[in-house]
């Protein structure tokens, strides 16, 4: 949520936004913003007005009652002035209402450090050279992965793994949880799939995505596009204690996108899919750790790919291709030889306080002081179909089979698919 109290004291900072993400129908919903935050200021100060002239009016009415009562026209002006106050709380209700549901869609400022064009921050491992065949081949002629039938089942986006597939895919969640929790510290979470509307309000999924989210219309619930959603959301309207910032969660849930207007694009294989599995990371921090706290998390999300023994490369997002509620992205992009591109498989992004200000998270410094926004983070760690493209397509082998990294290995069973 835009901070209303950032926009009247720095406009210049928040306007400058819009032209930073290539948005500019932003200034057209900024002026509103500021027209109706300006209104709602100016009936604020007028009904603190009437509503003193009232208390004043009833102190004095309680000494004319005593003295013989008041006169009809008396109760009259008080009946006008009570009346003028009630229409007034109903025109302020209903401008901080519509004030509340354009704020909504405003995104996260960029952070000043933010580029305007992509940058290369760093990268590790050598790319294996372009070539090969590419992971849909090599799943194909393993028996591992079915396409035709997940689209019989439900479309094309949905894919079905099958026999060693199914077990890669679920030895890669197990190897990542693990990680996570033992040496990176994390807390596990087994979240709900289905969240209601203001979860998602919450982390800036709705309202201006909501054509790309799954929806049970009759429950009023939402399929969820990551973890993210419920894993921030666990503390929505508490007060935490600062002294346990920062803290971690992990997550393994299945992932629901329909991302409309997609068509078409990259839907060979693994490569865009509307159903996917993926391991996330949420961290909460005080607004000073939170630039530390990023750093970290990218290098959780980069220990993975280490470990995986895949070439990545980690990118620096322009303000004008990261998400809506983010305010710095790092993408981490696995090089996969056999398409011969660098796959993004986790964004690691800071939010600063924007979703805990959506989702009312706050903590206490210290017992006695006034409570602060917490920053909250998230990245994949890692999502599964690119991160499964990119393994076949770098350990494939000249006999058609898979090395399986030696860290994957006891949690597949064997060091090789064929």
Not at 36 to 55: S, V
Not at 295 to 305: D, I, M, P, S, Y
Not at 373 to 392: C, Q
Request: hydrophobic letters at 40%; a neutral charge; charged letters at 25%.
């Amino acid at each position: 949520m835009i901070d209303l109290k950032l926009l009247r004291a720095s406009p210049g900072q928040v306007r400058a936004a819009p032209a930073r993400r290539g948005d500019a129908s932003l200034t057209r919903l900024l002026d509103e913003i500021e027209a109706l935050d300006m209104k709602r200021r100016t009936l604020t100060a007028q009904l603190d007005t009437l509503k003193a002239e009232r208390n004043d009016a009833a102190k004095a009415d309680a000494l004319a009652a005593k003295a013989g009562g008041l006169s009809a026209t008396v109760v009259a002006e008080r009946r006008k002035l009570g009346e003028r106050i009630t229409s007034l709380e109903s025109e302020l209700r209903q401008i901080e209402t519509t004030l509340e549901a354009k704020a909504l869609f405003v995104p996260n400022l960029p952070l000043p450090d933010v580029p305007d064009e992509q940058a290369v921050l760093r990268t590790w491992g050598t790319p294996v050279p372009k070539g090969g065949k590419p992971h849909w081949e090599i799943a194909e002629q393993l028996g591992i992965l079915d396409l035709p039938r997940g689209a019989k089942l439900s479309g094309s986006g949905f894919p079905v793994l099958v026999g060693m597939g199914a077990r890669l895919a679920r030895g890669l969640i197990n190897f990542m949880l693990d990680l996570h929790t033992r040496e990176h510290g994390y807390i596990e979470v087994e979240p709900p799939l289905l969240v209601r509307k203001d979860v998602m309000e919450g982390t800036g999924q709705l309202p201006k995505f909501e054509d790309d989210m799954y929806r049970l219309s009759s429950d009023d619930l939402f399929l969820i596009p990551t973890a993210e959603v419920p894993v921030t959301n666990l503390h929505r309207d508490e007060i935490l204690d600062g002294t346990t910032l920062p803290r971690g969660y992990v997550a393994y849930t299945p992932c629901f996108r329909r991302e409309a207007g997609a068509a078409g694009k990259d839907t060979r294989g693994l490569l865009r899919v509307h159903q996917f599995d993926k391991v996330e990371l949420v961290r909460f921090s005080s607004a000073g750790d939170s630039p530390a706290e990023h750093e970290k998390l990218t290098g959780h999300a980069e220990e993975v790919l280490r470990r995986l023994g895949l070439a990545y490369r980690v990118a620096l997002l322009p303000a004008n291709d990261f998400g809506f509620a983010a305010a710095k992205t790092y993408d981490l992009e696995a090089w996969a030889p056999g398409v011969g591109q660098w796959l993004e498989v986790s964004s690691s992004s800071t939010f600063t306080d924007y979703q805990a200000r959506r989702a009312s998270i706050r903590a206490r410094p210290k017992p006695g002081e006034k409570p602060e926004f917490v920053h909250t983070l998230n990245a994949s760690g890692v999502a599964l179909p690119r991160t499964i493209a990119a393994l076949l397509e770098t350990h494939q082998q000249p006999d058609g089979s898979v090395t399986i990294p030696p860290a994957l290995v006891p949690y597949v069973g064997t060091d090789r698919l064929a």
